[in-house]
């Protein structure tokens, strides 16, 4: 069974990776999305909606919230199924620091490595295993977004329209 992806605001939510518990021990999975080869199951769905619930103070149980979590997984799945078809490659080491770079995050929202330990069930070093994979795929999902973002150029016409048409917003 593959894990999703927790994350910060929507844009945010398919580039940046949070390690958390597991929602439910006895929930059966079911499949609520396939994308390409990826799929998405009502698990990864409802422990990344808890998880965003709980970081941003929103309530779990709005179906809205569920719905643009969703949407926001499709979207990085495709993302990630884009990558794999562009060739787009992370080495080990990039990895490597993303990961230790998180587990450096979560141990001082924690306050220590014991209480990672302890809040997650399990060593350090098996968070890393569990989630390398994930890890990588961000990381491929996120070279792609800026490579796509990198081609993006607004003309100060352009800039001035927008600002124009969406002054009261």
């Known amino acids: 069974r ?4 927790p994350a910060a605001p929507w844009e945010l939510l398919s580039s940046l990776i949070t390690f958390y518990p597991s929602v439910s021990q ?10 390409d080869k990826e799929i998405i199951t009502e698990f990864e769905l409802l422990e990344r909606v808890n998880f965003v619930a709980l970081q941003n103070r929103l309530d779990a149980a709005k179906p809205e919230l569920k719905s643009q979590i969703l949407d926001a997984m499709v979207a990085e799945k495709l993302i990630l199924a884009q990558a794999i078809i562009d060739s787009v490659e992370v080495t080990d080491d990039q990895v490597n620091q993303a990961l230790d770079q998180q587990i450096q995050n979560i141990i001082r929202q924690l306050g220590s490595a014991e209480r990672v ?4 069930g399990k060593p350090i070093n098996r968070i890393k295993r569990e989630f390398r994979e994930e890890m990588r795929k961000q990381l491929l999902v996120q070279r792609v977004r800026q490579s796509r ?5 607004v003309s100060r016409r352009e800039a001035e329209e927008f600002f124009t048409t969406y002054r009261d917003s």
Request: net charge neutral; hydrophobic share 50%; aromatic share 8%.
């Open 2 to 5: 593959r894990r999703g992806m």
């Open 149 to 153: 973002e990198a081609a993006i150029s």
């Open 26 to 35: 006895t929930m059966i999975d079911r499949i609520v999305a396939v994308i």
């Open 117 to 120: 330990e302890q809040y997650y």
